[in-house]
């Protein structure tokens, strides 16, 4: 009997959910699907269930629910930033018409929990860019924002109107050695790693006074398990907590990471995905998070750096960079 459902199980963020998760609970009961037809031979997901899932497809959904007695879900598969701007109908329909795929489901089938990720895209130019609130002013400019404000509304609407229990956070841009993102702005911040790594060098594709906030794998997993592991009772916001853990600027990164990659030498050529960056807050006031279900963050800007490095040099030592 499956009881977890994870939705882009095959992204940067599903991958380690889905092992934290099967560590959990045991492979047998964590369920993972991506809109791939399986995940490659060597991928740490090929111990347990895998299926093909495409969200925009209701029909899809309802029946990996109703085959799996689903009971909890979390809910990745979406496009990122970039990806979004370049192709905005395919993004609405993934990122909102999945969501409500899978809240319907959810309702229908009487489902316990849903976690859903919001983003620091949420925000816009006029948001206050500096230890923004918690509730605040939200005109994003891209349509991956538009999306998630929209989204955010739509699970609030579930969570009163129904009584489904989703939550979720806004995620900071994520930092991770496992997986790759894909069609993010704040790849630059994962792709620098690799780079230092493979060839000592690295053109970033923002300004090196670009400040955003950022967050470690191992903090991303434990602020979704932590939320979905919190009293019902103690939350007022559910969906959408604010969590911070470090921001830096991209130069601040480059220097951090040369302190142990000798010689190492970052370039800056912004491109199309700097207006991107600049619509989004610099740093995050996560008191809410803190003050309902205990958030607090175990890695900052010098452990995330050791760490990562140390992670890609044991997978490129194993010949699996
Ligand atoms: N990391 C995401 C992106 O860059 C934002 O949530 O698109």
């Not at 489902?111 to 620091?120: C, E, L, N, T, Y």
């Not at 923004?132 to 739509?154: F, H, N, S």
């Not at 175990?298 to 044991?314: C, I, V």
Request: aromatic fraction near 8%; include cysteine; hydrophobic fraction near 40%.
């Amino acid at each position: 009997m499956t009881a977890v459902l994870v939705t882009g199980a095959l992204g940067q963020i599903g991958t380690e959910l889905t092992r934290a998760l099967r560590g959990r609970h045991g492979a047998g009961h964590v369920l993972a699907t991506g809109y791939r037809e399986a995940p490659p031979e060597s991928s740490p997901l090929s111990d347990g269930l895998y299926e093909r899932l495409d969200v925009t497809d209701h029909r899809a959904v309802n029946a990996t629910f109703v085959e799996h007695d689903v009971d909890v879900v979390y809910h990745l598969a979406a496009r990122l930033s970039v990806l979004s701007e370049a192709d905005p109908q395919e993004a609405w329909a993934v990122n909102m018409g999945g969501l409500h795929n899978v809240l319907e489901a959810a309702r229908t089938h009487g489902v316990g929990q849903v976690f859903w990720p919001s983003s620091i895209a949420a925000f816009g130019p006029e948001t206050p860019s500096e230890r923004t609130p918690q509730d605040t002013l939200m005109r994003p400019t891209t349509i991956y924002g538009v999306a998630k404000v929209a989204g955010e509304l739509l699970c609030d609407y579930y969570c009163r109107h129904y009584g489904l229990d989703v939550r979720g956070v806004r995620y900071p841009g994520v930092i991770s050695g496992a997986t790759r993102p894909t069609g993010g702005t704040t790849d630059y911040a994962v792709e620098i790693f690799y780079a230092a790594i493979e060839s000592g060098c690295y053109t970033c594709f923002v300004r090196a006074d670009t400040v955003l906030p950022m967050i470690y794998m191992p903090d991303c997993i434990k602020a979704a398990l932590d939320l979905m592991a919190a009293d019902r009772p103690q939350l007022r916001h559910h969906n959408s907590f604010n969590v911070s853990a470090m921001s830096f600027s991209a130069g601040a990164l480059a220097e951090e990471i040369a302190k142990h990659v000798p010689g190492f030498v970052c370039d800056f050529a912004p491109d199309h995905r700097q207006a991107i960056a600049d619509s989004w807050p610099h740093s995050l006031d996560d008191s809410a998070a803190r003050a309902e279900w205990g958030w607090k963050p175990r890695f900052g800007l010098p452990e995330m750096t050791t760490d990562m490095l140390a992670t890609l040099r044991a997978r490129q030592q194993a010949g699996r960079l």
